[in-house]
């Protein structure tokens, strides 16, 4: 069963920095596309960003709204997936999933979803 | 970026109701289309993606259809574990924009 358990969330101020984890299990992490989710208090769900196998090239992909403040890493050896979160603002605020991106036949969905940390920029 | 469009955003309904939430893009995105399940307080769960394919697990009263700009998720009788909110998703580009969400409460 594949799992994955964000952790690093917390309390910081405006212009801060952070950085979440995702630890994941039940998969094959170094051939896994990988994704971050985030909800604001009371809103829907935003795409926040992507990130390839080093096998498919290891890319990234952001929202408009966090590139150039927002980074996405992974350590393969360690099966952990990362979001390095800078220059944090207010409309940061929310709950960040981290999610497994699954494939059938060139279709791409967000299969596994972890429970979320949250993050409060205050 | 693809605009994704949802409707309504709230819908009363009885269980063994037949449910139906429209999803339409910005542009084609031919049936690169995903649909998630949450729960008040919990992670999204997958329930439909390319549109009509139903993901393991998920019960065969979900269904979804579409093509294009315009798709729909139907549940043909709603149980009371399907009072949630609904999102559409298109994978089609990036970014991979949602829709607002639906929210499906008892009446």
């Known amino acids: 069963e594949v799992q994955l358990a964000e952790s690093g969330g917390g309390l910081v101020k405006p212009g801060g920095s952070l950085r979440l984890s995702c630890a994941t299990s039940g998969l094959t992490f170094n051939y896994a596309w990988m994704s971050w989710v985030r909800q604001g208090p009371g809103k829907g769900l935003e795409w926040v960003g992507r990130?390839?196998?080093?096998?498919?090239?290891?890319?990234?992909e952001y929202a408009a709204s966090v590139k150039g403040r927002f980074t996405i890493s992974r350590d393969d050896s360690k099966n952990t997936l990362y979001l390095e979160m800078n220059s944090l603002k207010a409309e940061d605020t929310a709950v960040y999933f981290c999610?497994?991106?699954?494939?059938?036949?060139?279709?791409?969905?967000?299969?596994?979803w972890g429970k979320g940390t949250t993050v409060t920029v205050s | 970026d693809i605009q994704m469009t949802q409707s309504p955003s709230s819908l009363s309904a009885s269980v063994g109701d037949r449910v139906t939430i429209t999803c339409r893009a910005s542009?084609?995105?031919?049936?690169?289309l995903n649909w998630y399940q949450q729960k008040a307080g919990k992670a999204p769960n997958l329930l439909i993606y390319a549109a009509s394919s139903l993901h393991s697990g998920v019960p065969s009263r979900f269904s979804g259809s579409g093509s294009g700009t315009e798709f729909t998720l139907t549940i043909s009788s709603l149980q009371p574990e399907d009072f949630a909110t609904y999102y559409c998703q298109q994978s089609y580009s990036t970014p991979r924009t949602f829709g607002q969400g639906t929210k499906v409460e008892i009446k």
């Open positions: 542009q084609s995105i031919n049936n690169h």
């Open positions: 990130m390839k196998s080093k096998a498919g090239g290891g890319t990234t």
């Open positions: 999610s497994w991106i699954g494939e059938t036949n060139s279709y791409y969905y967000l299969g596994v």
